[in-house]
């Protein structure tokens, strides 16, 4: 029997203690690359891509501490994730993207979409 090296669960554990603090438009892009790395279709290199994203923003080490320097240190997580979704969007299915929704109307039911209005 094949050994997994990623424990999904404390990974799944930590994203969700991430998201209570960082709120529903924070949280979503992590959750697409939570589902995308667990996909059998995303390639192996694209997960460690996701891994290593998903594991800086939610693990307590930080390179640039977003306490002591508060806009520059969300700007390296920022940039982390933004180029971990760029890399894998072709990945992310409308499926995916569904149940990301519905998880988050679950642990944000007051959320309240604005409009613009013109």
Do not use: C
């Not at 080490?61 to 390296?76: C, E, F, H, Q, V």
């Not at 499926?95 to 979409?113: A, G, S």
């Amino acid at each position: 029997m094949k050994q997994k090296i990623i424990n999904y669960d404390v990974l799944w554990d930590r994203i969700s203690t991430f998201a209570v603090k960082a709120g529903r438009v924070s949280t979503r892009p992590l959750l697409i690359l939570f589902f995308v790395m667990t996909s059998k279709e995303t390639p192996k290199a694209d997960k460690l891509l996701i891994l290593s994203t998903l594991s800086y923003l939610v693990l307590p080490i930080d390179i640039l501490d977003a306490k002591r320097l508060p806009i520059i240190g969300w700007i390296d997580e920022i940039g982390s994730a933004g180029i971990a979704i760029s890399k894998v969007k072709k990945h992310i299915t409308p499926e995916i993207e569904k149940k990301v929704d519905d998880i988050l109307d679950r642990w944000f039911p007051d959320y309240i979409q604005y409009e613009l209005i013109e």
